[in-house]
């Protein structure tokens, strides 16, 4: 948890976003680009991300990581988002608090009716500029997965795919895991 915006200096309109929509009760909440959005992942959505968690946790375990959704923090933005899945290193895990998307092994989003243009386009850009190294495009609603890779401040270098639901997409370095995507059908 971050600590109390300190308001001597003037409120900074961000830290004091970023305070409040942690402290929303209930529902879990995301910013995007100023608004805040909750979360509330549908079955189908939640059945897609354990597909995929399920065939990298054995990894994610000898990386010395853990994967979830917690939450990542885009500093010098009004953006604090809740991935689908993350994948970190277990001691940073730890600290309770919100990590940077640079921290991260890899990123995995599942595409829903309401927000897939949001992880097509603002996610894949944001996560890219603030250096998270893999991101995991499960698209449900084009059927599709895409990997993006190579992070730079104007976006991923390196795409392969989108590849039909059914292809076997494989993780690069430190994965080096083939995700099977016969399941997303």
């Known amino acids: 948890m971050t600590s109390a915006p300190d308001y001597s200096q003037g409120i900074n309109a961000e830290r004091a976003l970023k305070f409040a929509v942690q402290r929303i ?5 995301q910013i995007i680009e100023g608004i805040i959005e909750p979360v509330s992942p549908t079955w189908d959505h ?42 970190v290193p277990e001691a940073l895990a730890k600290g309770g608090s919100a990590l940077l998307p640079d921290q991260t092994l890899l990123i995995v989003e599942v595409t829903s009716e309401s927000n897939a243009e949001t992880d097509r386009i603002v996610k894949r850009r944001r996560y890219a500029e603030y250096g998270a190294p893999l991101y995991l495009l ?8 895409t990997l993006f890779s190579e992070p730079g401040k104007l976006g991923y270098t390196r795409v392969d795919g989108p590849y039909p639901f059914g292809t076997v997409v494989r993780l690069p370095v430190p994965f080096e895991l083939d995700i099977d995507t016969s399941g997303l059908a």
């Open 25 to 29: 009760r209930g529902d879990r909440v």
């Open 46 to 87: 939640e059945r897609a991300a354990k597909l995929v968690r399920r065939q990298i946790e054995k990894r994610v375990d000898e990386l010395g990581c853990v994967e979830g959704s917690g939450n990542l923090d885009l500093p010098g933005s009004s953006n604090w988002y809740i991935p689908d899945i993350a994948v």
């Open 138 to 145: 499960v698209d449900r609603i084009d059927r599709c997965v």
